[in-house]
């Protein structure tokens, strides 16, 4: 049998209670400081050494060529050509990718870096694949 007043007095004790969960769509989330969010790519660090794409366990990056190379760096007389450095690009697939961030750690010119980034849902599969020139 259910008492009327025991269940009064639990939802009296509710109301003046303060919430267990967050408004998150109407108010920011809380990150901590070591949350692995979003694989961020700067171009002008990476080698080409394909670390990254050996140490990722779900096959999520690829690093090509880029098809826009920088131009060579002029030739001084009498001494032999520089070559030019060449830029790669790269691409992540992020719904493959599990945020475990490996190629980050393995990276030896630190190119790749965790962002806060967490927000990534979209309808459109195509849109969680990223290129990043």
């Known amino acids: 049998m259910i008492h009327p007043a025991r269940v009064f007095r639990e939802v009296i004790k509710h109301l003046f209670r303060k919430p267990a969960t967050c408004a998150y769509?109407?108010?920011k989330a809380k990150i901590m400081p070591?949350?692995?969010?979003r694989i961020d790519?700067?171009?002008?660090?990476?080698?080409?050494?394909?670390?990254?794409?050996?140490?990722?366990?779900?096959?999520?990056?690829?690093?090509?060529?880029?098809?826009?190379?920088?131009?060579?760096p002029a030739q001084i007389e009498g001494q032999p050509p520089v070559p030019a450095k060449?830029?790669?690009?790269?691409?992540?697939?992020l719904?493959?990718?599990?945020?475990?961030?490996?190629?980050?750690?393995?990276?030896p010119k630190k190119a790749?870096?965790?962002?806060?980034?967490?927000?990534?849902?979209?309808?459109?599969?195509?849109?969680l694949r990223r290129h990043y020139t």
Request: glycine share 2%.
């Open 25 to 27: 769509p109407f108010e």
């Open 34 to 37: 070591d949350f692995r969010g």
């Open 41 to 72: 790519f700067d171009s002008s660090k990476c080698i080409g050494c394909q670390m990254c794409v050996r140490a990722c366990p779900s096959k999520a990056i690829e690093i090509p060529l880029s098809k826009v190379q920088p131009p060579a």
């Open 86 to 93: 060449k830029k790669f690009d790269c691409i992540m697939k």
């Open 95 to 107: 719904d493959h990718c599990v945020y475990c961030a490996q190629c980050v750690e393995v990276c």
């Open 112 to 127: 790749l870096i965790m962002t806060q980034d967490f927000e990534l849902a979209h309808v459109d599969r195509k849109e």
